[in-house]
Each structure stands twice: as structure tokens, then as C-alpha cells.
């Protein structure tokens, strides 16, 4: 007998084959998850810039940016220059169920869209904080910062959706309508420093770690060209959990490992809980965006005290 299938004229190959090491699924559960939740995950993925993790037997797990070339010439691209390695990266563009299977039977196991669609670079559609506890047992202590958050969030006349992140922790997405990159990066640095405020016991924006001690690291860093995990995305860990979204009411009653690869299909019936509680796209106030142009880039901020301690050291 044969592992092999063809779905949508994609071939899949060595379906019983383990995922990973220790993921206690097969690469064909990978495979049926994303099929079974293709018309949830593809319409977060549609149109933008994406990267993938993938996982090969016998190798690390490895983020993928660059399309490979021996990609079909139906998965579509876009190029973009990207500064860091100052080059051009072709991007995968997730628009329909062949290229998610075709990526699906690459072991593309993790699913990280831009923030912004392709062409439409300085306009992001989401603003994003991550919640991140200090340890996986600290998730009650993640659900706690994430209502701060949320309580930041109404006190600026805004609101959000929540979802686990796959891991940890919690990602709170605040949808927008016309506003640019850097005035998106000011709001989100912000709302972080306003939820610290509201309990700096428990939720820190420290953006080194060393600093955070036992706190919720509120991280206000990803904008601009930063990705984020999606919704109904597995990730490469024990167990393949599955980033999912979760009612703000419900968040005290769920742990990140409820849903994963062999679970979350069957919880989502035949609803899309990510676009049912999506609100609609907002303005920022211009008193948030302002407040956060007044506080300094937390990386750019954390690279100079790291020199400067450094240096104390060295004295």
C-alpha cells in the first residue's frame, strides 16, 4: 500500500511518515487539519507576503521566506527587497487550497502572514500585542495581561480579538482601517506601556528578558515587517498544537494545549470563531498614536543598554 494521495491535482507524498520528532502526529494529520480548515486559514493568509516553518526528517525546524524554485508556477509570489539581508525575497501568497496543500506536503507546519497585504506595504490591516508569560504553567498569570490589554484597548474606544498563540501565550489583534506603519508601531508601543501601567506587578514591556523576572512580557514589537503567527496556524511543537481563537469571556476556561491538529477541526464545526469575533477595522485616537511617537523602540532601546551594561561590566 501507498501513503501517496492527490488533492486538487496536488500530489501528496509519505503521508504516514512522522511529522516531527516528538509531535506525536503524521505528516498526514498536518495535511487533513489544514484541509479540513482551508476555508478559515486561507482567507487570513490571501494576499499576503508569507513565511512558513518547515520541519524536514532528520533536520532543525527552518523558517522559509524565499519560494523554492522547483515551487508550480500556479503558486503565486510577490518580491519584495528586504533591508536586513539586502536582498530580494520571493514570498509564497496563500490564495487557495492547492497552494496550501502544495505547502502542506512541503511539511510547512507554521503559517506567518505579514501584517499588510502585498502592494500596500505602509498600511497594516492589524494591530498586534503578544502576550508572553515567562513559563507554559504561567498561562492563567498570560489571560490576566491580556485583560489589561483589553482594558487598555476600551479605555482608548478600541477593540480586539484574542487567540492562543500556538505556544505560551496569547495574541490580541486590534483590526485598522488607512493607518501607516509607523503610526501602528506608536499605538502598539502605547497600548503596551498603558496595560503595564494598569498592573506593572504582572505585565512588563522589558524587553530584556532578565529584567521581566516572574512578569507577562506585553511585547509591543510587532509591526512594521514583522509576521505573527495566524489563526488556525499548527506550530512546531509536542503535540502540533494549533493557534485558535477564543471569546474574551471563555479565556479563563481554556489552556493552549485544547487545540491542536487532531482537535481544533472538530471544535470549529462549521463555524470561523476568527471572523466572527473580529470587530470591524478602526482609527486609532490620535492621543494613542501621539503618546507612543514619545516612547522609545524597545530593540532599539534594549541594543543600547545592552552596550551600556556591557561596558559596566567590562569597568
Known sequence: MTSDEVRDGVTLTNLDQPLFDGSGAAKRDLVDYLDAVRDRIVPVLRDRPLSVVRVRQGQAPFMQKNVPSYAPDWVRTVTVWAESSQRRVSYALCDDRR???????????EYHPALVHAGHWDRPTHLVLDIDPPSAEAFP?????????????????LSGAVKTSGAKGLHVFVPLEGETTEDVA???????????RLDPALATTAFIREDRGDRVFVDSTRSGGATVVAA???????????????AWDDLDRITPGDFTVRTAA????????WADLMPEPQRLPRDLVEEGHTIPVARVQAMHEGKRRARARRG
Open 186 to 196: 506608536a499605538a502598539t508601543r502605547a497600548l503596551g506601556v498603558r496595560a503595564e
Open 141 to 157: 498569570r498570560a489571560v490576566g495581561a491580556a485583560r489589561l490589554v483589553a482594558r487598555a484597548l476600551a479605555d482608548a474606544g
Open 232 to 246: 488556525y496556524s499548527p506550530r512546531v511543537r509536542p503535540g502540533v498544537p494549533v493557534s485558535f481563537p477564543v
Open 99 to 109: 497552494t496550501l496543500l502544495w505547502l502542506a506536503n512541503q511539511r510547512a507546519v
Open 266 to 273: 472538530r471544535l470549529l464545526r462549521d463555524g470561523d470563531p
